[in-house]
């Protein structure tokens, strides 16, 4: 991970260019300041967390019209309001909204308003497997309309980002062919109009991650299969990435959402029962036991602990 940041806009325009393409700016907000936290996953893709002040982005017909590579941008508004365009299209984003378009093509960015702030995944059309009809269809409409593929993907790529590095070359590497496979499903996804599955393992991987965060606690593995039109063996099999079975991921992650809940005050009342259930155990016995072989302690234990008063310290 590289941190850029500028103080002025003279900064800001050559971090722009040394990270993604060369471009001109309009306005500016007085005092404009901007910050881009740069991810580089390997020469065909990265992921940016962009914030700014005001101000507008003119990539121009003779700009574009010497570019040398073919990538997308894939942008997830975070913070504050703004304009694409590019073509004949124009659309309006706010958080949560994303945007694609190509860097090979004349566009403007109305980003004037205070408060900017985008993570936006730079990606060579070339290294997607998506076909060409889908992704022209997504530049055609410059959105990415909200599905499970396109939150699968943003959500990937944040973590990535949080990350900020990698021990090992390869495991940027394994990330990189991740997050292009779910780029390629997104596009794909919005294209069809319908569940596109990764082509990928890992890619599948964090799709079946996803759909457990989404449907816990009731979630089973055969829910999984169900869901991805796969066999039992085939979760298994995909769960042999993480080093687990499916049935312990889902044990985790019970796990984790009743912790939570012992720990939290306005839930003091509630039973350990209750607990148990609410997070998808059926029942306290069975809770308890699993909880025990994670914790070492009873959750009644461990609850008495999280929620016991801080004592002051003696001067």
């Known amino acids: ?35 881009m936290d ?79 702030q985008q993570l936006i995944v ?18 055609n409409r410059l959105t990415v309309p909200a599905s499970d593929a396109t939150r699968v993907f943003f959500t990937y790529a944040l973590d990535l980002h949080r990350q900020g590095s990698f021990t090992r070359t ?29 082509r990928t393992r890992g890619g599948l991987l964090r799709a079946i991650q996803d759909f457990v965060s989404v449907n816990l606690p009731r979630v089973r593995v055969d829910d999984i299969a169900s869901e991805f039109f796969l066999s039992r063996r085939t979760v298994y099999h995909v769960f042999e990435e993480v080093g687990m079975t499916p049935s312990d991921y889902l044990r985790t992650r019970r796990l984790t959402v009743a912790t939570a809940r012992l720990a939290d005050p306005a839930l003091a009342d509630v039973s350990i029962g209750e607990i148990a259930v609410s997070a998808g155990f059926d029942d306290a016995t069975t809770f308890t036991r699993a909880f025990r072989r994670e914790h070492g302690m009873t959750p009644r234990e461990w609850r008495a602990g999280a929620l016991a008063p801080e004592l002051p310290i003696a001067s």
């Open 1 to 35: 991970m590289v941190v850029h940041a500028a103080r002025s806009a003279d900064e800001w325009q050559e971090v722009v260019s040394r990270c993604f393409i060369p471009i001109n700016f309009g306005s500016f907000e007085p005092g404009f300041t901007g910050r």
């Open 38 to 116: 740069h991810l580089e996953l390997d020469d065909s893709i990265s992921i940016s967390c962009v914030a700014t002040d005001g101000h507008t982005v003119d990539r121009s017909e003779r700009l574009a019209a010497h570019a040398e590579v073919d990538d997308l941008h894939l942008s997830l508004q975070v913070a504050s309001r703004g304009t694409v365009r590019q073509g004949r299209r124009m659309v309006a984003v706010r958080p949560g909204s994303t945007s694609m378009y190509a860097t090979d093509s004349p566009y403007y960015l109305d980003y004037s308003e205070p408060g900017q």
């Open 122 to 139: 730079q990606v060579s059309r070339a290294a997607l497997d998506a076909p060409s009809e889908a992704v022209r269809g997504g530049l």
């Open 170 to 198: 390869s495991g940027a590497q394994a990330a990189a062919e991740v997050a292009k496979d779910l780029a390629a499903t997104m596009i794909r996804a919005s294209a069809e109009g319908t569940r596109v599955l990764p």
